[in-house]
């Protein structure tokens, strides 16, 4: 599964183990282990194991993912196990720039140490790469040829010659044959080595959308506006609000709580409002029906099924711990594991207390709307919305831990978030509403927040710019013209007088010549003069005889 992000925050964003049993103490077992595994950004997988166990019997067991049967093959929803049972989920994060020409350079499998640019790359489901590779065509030119199943070994930046890094975890569900009920593990598997996954529990900061991805959190970016000429920077919110954001202050709201239940609300920022309720749960579901059914008495016997209930219920071992209305974890502390080597863990006994760790996973956002600029530094007037934070300000997480020592008496329950217990936090106050907002030198994001206004250069510009730079260029041209043209008029003017002074010099002797032509043309063309008419001699007249 790939997450749309380039780093990889592994999220168990619920885990419950119940066993459904009304016969635990005597061997019989009807256990029920669910998971629900994301990457930040990834629809969550959901893994669960069916283990049925009777006394004197091998367990019958049925492993199911996203509602779907993966074990048994066959038919039925459980079956004995002859072997043990290994599944893995492959987790990965995105690569940037796979589709960005020239960035990559590939290495086809059987070419050695011969390297060529990409045109593009493509990054399939199994984990390798479908590359675009411009390549020589013996002609002196080159050609794009297309190279399947590319390792990432293969693939590095051409500028740096930095290898293609993919950060990946591998979520591993083993099931040995022989205790599937106490010894099946989910693991969190990677280069480094493996952990169990419950060392990741986490829920998003600010809460999921209902309607949405649970494993993205509800993002509220802060909007700032850089003017033109990038002198000013104005927002709607207020420095203090910023300053909050920005550090991701836990504060303070209430606590409630009782035997079988502890409330906390707090913020994070000031736009993340967070609700953690920690409560006792019955242990089995034959005993939540008898309870709800029982619901409908009145009176004295309410009353009494009331008492009943919670003294049930403080020798329950089946914690909820619910995080913004959603369940984080519902198991007895035996049915998962914690990591309580950490130095933020509170002395407390491993073996009685219910302890539970979990983080608070999201991301800040500042975007900047700025004026583009070309590859030739102008400002243009077409505008973006850029990231104006670093990769170390943007990422959120607080580390919370829930402790309760003696879980029949959940009020003395404490959580602490990075080290610091609840009740000493700083309290929490409204924002700012009221004050005036930011509208200040680009200079003091720097020195106060250490945000750089960011720049953004369109490699092409709109059609309607190159008009308008088309039209700017052709005034130029036009006044540059008429400024030469204004210069040279005293040179043509002086120019048109010579030529009139040598005209006027010249016309005594084109006219000699003109007459001169005329003369010797008129003799030239001249007609003769008619020659008189000689009368023909009389004919005599001819004379027949008939």
């Known amino acids: 599964m790939e997450a749309p992000r380039p780093e990889l925050d592994m999220m168990v964003l619920e885990f419950t183990s119940r066993d459904d049993s009304n016969f635990v103490g005597m061997g019989r077992h009807l256990k029920e282990m669910r998971w629900k595994v994301a990457a930040m950004g990834t629809p969550p997988l959901e893994v669960k ?13 049925g492993v199911f993912c996203n509602g779907t049967k993966i074990f048994p093959l066959g038919s039925g929803e459980r079956a004995k196990m002859k072997d043990d049972f290994e599944h893995s989920w492959p987790f990965r994060a995105e690569v940037k720039n796979l589709t960005k020409k020239n960035f990559f350079e590939v290495r086809p499998r059987t070419m050695g140490n011969n390297w060529f640019p990409a045109n593009s790359i493509v990054q399939m489901k199994d984990g390798l790469f479908e590359a675009s590779v411009w390549f020589p065509d013996g002609a002196g030119g080159a050609k794009e040829v297309v190279l399947p199943n590319v390792d990432k070994s293969d693939i590095r930046e051409a500028a740096s010659k930095q290898a293609l890094d993919i950060p990946y975890r591998n979520v591993v569900l083993n099931i040995p044959s022989s205790d599937p009920l106490h010894e099946t593990t989910l693991m969190l598997a990677d ?36 003017s033109k000429d990038r002198s000013l920077v104005t927002s709607d919110i207020t420095h203090s609000m910023l300053t909050s954001y920005l550090t ?20 994070i920022g000031p736009f ?96 900047f709307k700025v004026f583009e600029t070309n590859g030739s530094g102008i400002t243009l007037d077409s505008t973006d919305l850029v990231e104006g934070l670093r990769k170390d300000q943007i990422k959120v997480c607080k580390a919370c831990t829930v402790c309760a020592e003696d879980i029949a008496d959940l009020s003395t329950a404490t959580l602490d978030i990075d080290g610091v217990l609840f009740g000493s936090l700083k309290p929490y106050s409204p924002p700012d509403i009221g004050g005036a907002p930011i ?15 960011p720049h953004k250069v369109r490699d092409v510009a709109p059609m309607a710019l190159i008009q308008e730079r088309l039209q700017a260029g052709g005034a130029a041209l036009s006044s540059m013209v008429q400024e030469h043209w204004e210069k040279s008029q005293p040179g043509i003017q002086a120019f048109q007088g010579r030529l009139h002074e040598n005209w006027a010099k010249s016309q005594p002797g084109l006219q000699s010549i003109q007459g001169k ?15 008189p008419a000689v009368p023909k001699p009389a004919q005599p007249l001819q004379t027949f005889k008939v």
């Not at 006394?55 to 019958?60: A, V």
């Not at 609700?275 to 089995?284: G, Y």
């Open 517 to 531: 032509l005329q003369e010797g043309l008129g003799q030239l063309f001249q007609q003769p003069s008619p020659r």
């Open 248 to 267: 991701a202050e836990p504060t303070m709201v209430e606590c409630t709580s009782s035997t079988t239940q502890i409330m906390w609300k707090l913020m």
């Open 191 to 226: 280069d480094a080595g493996e952990e169990p996954i419950t060392y990741s529990f986490a829920k998003p900061t600010p809460p999921a959308s209902r309607a949405g991805v649970e494993s993205i959190p509800s993002m509220r970016p802060v909007g700032m506006t850089v």
């Open 272 to 367: 993340a409002e967070h609700h953690i309720v920690l409560e006792k749960k019955l242990a089995s579901q034959g005993i939540q029906q008898i309870s709800n059914a029982a619901g409908v008495l009145t009176g004295g016997l309410k009353q009494a099924k009331d008492v009943a209930e919670i003294a049930v219920l403080q020798q329950s071992h089946l914690l909820s711990l619910t995080v913004d209305g959603r369940v984080l974890v519902e198991s007895a502390a035996e049915d998962f594991d914690v990591d309580w080597e950490s130095g933020s863990s509170p002395t407390v006994d491993s073996e009685t207390a219910w302890l539970c760790k979990f983080r608070f996973l999201g991301e800040n956002s500042v975007l």
């Open 439 to 453: 509208a200040c030198d680009p200079q003091v994001l720097g020195m106060q927040y250490g945000i750089t206004v």
């Open 49 to 61: 194991l069916n283990v049925e166990k009777q006394p004197l019997m091998e367990p019958d067991v």
